[in-house]
């Protein structure tokens, strides 16, 4: 099955080149239509319940030491009519249960980062399970506090914990300081969140790092699309706040590069960088904003120091003065949920985004994932949740194809690997190991229910606005 | 120009009264009971998370502000009572160490009650009103913090300065055998300072929540500024915190404006300057 998606993404990646962009979105739609139809039975993510079948597997077993034949039988449901067939299984683990730690922020003003990362985490490792297992094998996770020592955190989920792989980590820096590490613990890792574009960039494609993996999107989603939404907002003067790290330093940097290339009568009339975290008071950021006559903001500050600043900017009055705030970050759950229908809006919108956006793309794998994720945990999936749910998918697919956990084969079956996931059709990049797919922007609006929702949407193709190597 | 000036000059004020109102209660505990309270930006932080409770139930800011107060300053109190006390015959290493579990306890009670989000609320309508000013507007909360420090300031001035109470107080901070000699309480005197103290971070955190939302741990980046301020005054020195607070809220906001890059820097390098010329703080005594 696999082979067959493959093919269709191959084929898109050839036509982009010479192709107009209308018939590069076409072939994209057709490769699309044929990867939904390759997932049903050869990805992981499970098909809607719609018919059941049976599938009687004979599976050679090494276990003990001596070779044994099994045969069992796997009821499940796909879609299609009910067939029963003989396969003739070779493919097993090593071992009975497949470990992964996963790393996020479980303490201080982030933690509850680390909770969504865990949500996700959990609900995959629970629905795997159900369904049998990665060929047999259970999925485990050992869960650890990146805040408390990354790199020792992540030494021992490996040495002590005997992990099989390592997925998460929140925090740009963090991922930095943990990728490095993984050529010689020699596990997989594959990030969830942390966005800096130099750990792909660099840990992969310079320094040829193969255990990395990214299946969020980078800073590109921050800084380069965001300056898309800007370049058709009636706003010329922008002032950015920012928080003051690697994340908050490189958005604002692409976001000013790109946006002066896609127009040239913008200006850049403000430019603060916020402690972070740690950053409760944004008046004076604020007021210097207004200060040089800002007419939009943009700002990449995220969790508690996004709520704060949308508050802090309603109660001075920056929402009625200002035309257009950009926040990359907004969508993100524990923002929306935090502030609700007080979410303000600007006379231009107020445009958010976020690593995933739970209605786009409206496809029956994520309108299931996001029932099953409101059902388990009572809420709308956050982005982190459905990245590191489509982390540990990932993973149950390359094993399936190699059967074994030898890391060179893992690592070429996940390069270039087509994932049908909730947030869309993802390719992974063979060059810098990077998920490309589609995450838009919207605005803010308030239409009752739970929570606001975006509208307006400005989607753009990955290939569009991805940077790509050579680096 | 003048005006722009004058709105960072505003909001630099804002933010000072917002530092006083966290360095006020940290620099009298000190002044007094020699104790270094790591835990007082987390009570500072707990009296928001228990006002905005207290709001939603209740949906009364001032009581809000009333509950949070006194409930802050009981459990500052009974963490004097319970642990500290013990520890004031040994290094003040142990009197750091056990503040800082303090710290933390708060900061995973409050996750686990509150949750790990951040939680925020809104300034209440009385306070929401916009105060038009050259062209900006401000909430009159933002006049109300302000005026809010400068009441906290002269109040506790005058409890110690001109009442017998803040004699005694004087007296156990100069010299606790001597105070003890005259059958001054100092225990009853350290225990109400820890009280008055921990009040003071209820009622400043309770009123800053409606503008300054709270997750578990903010007080450990609270706390930082805040000793800042404290050491750049001279621990223990009341009239040097409330100054020292100004010059940095100021400082920092003027530098937002001019200096941007040296924003986060500047506080340190302030601090390290003092230290060096003057170890024992701007207003401290040698």
Redesign the interface.
Known sequence: MKRINYKYMLISLDDMATASRRSFLGTIASGVVGLAVGAGLGWGLRSPETKEVTITRERTVTAGGGERTVVSTVTSTVPGPTVTKQVTAVKTLPKDTIKIGILGIRSGPWATYGTLIEQGATLAMEEINAAGGILGSKVSLVIRDEAADVVKQARELVEAEKVDFLVGVDSSGNAMKVGPLMSELNRILIVTHAATHRFTEELVYKQKTKQLFRVSVPVYQDGILSAYVAKDLPVKKWAGINPDYEYGRVSWQFFRETLSKLRSDVEFVSEQFNKSPGTTDFSPFLSAALGADAEGIFSVNWALEAVTMHRQMKSLGVYDQVGAVINPMGYSMDVVYELGHEYPTAMHGTWVSGRYVWFYPKTPINERFVENFRKRWGRYPAYSSETTYTALYMLKAALETTGSLDLDALVQAMEDMVILSPAGARWIRPEDHQAIYDVPYGKITHSGGEIPLLTDLVTRSGWEYYRSPPF | MLE?LG??L???L??SS?YWLIASGLTLIFGVTRVVNFAHAAFFVLGGYIALTVDILTGNFWLSVATSTIAVGLLGMAVERGLVKPLYRVESLYQLLITFAVTLII??AS?LIW??????M??PAEL?L?VKIAG????L??FFIIATAVAVFILLYIVLEKTFWGLKVKSTWRDVSMAQALRINTGRIYTTTFFIGSLLAGFGGAC?VA???V????G???I?TAFIIVVIAGLGNLIGAYVSSILIGVA??LF??YL??L??LLIFVIMAVVLLVRPWGLFGEK
């Open positions: 722009l709105h960072q505003l909001t630099g804002f933010r917002y900061n995973d996750k949750g790990a989000a951040s939680r925020s809104k300034i929401a916009p900006r507007s401000y909430p909360f933002f800053m503008f300054t939302p997750a578990p741990g903010l450990d980046s609270l930082i920092e906001s937002l404006l941007p890059e924003d986060i």
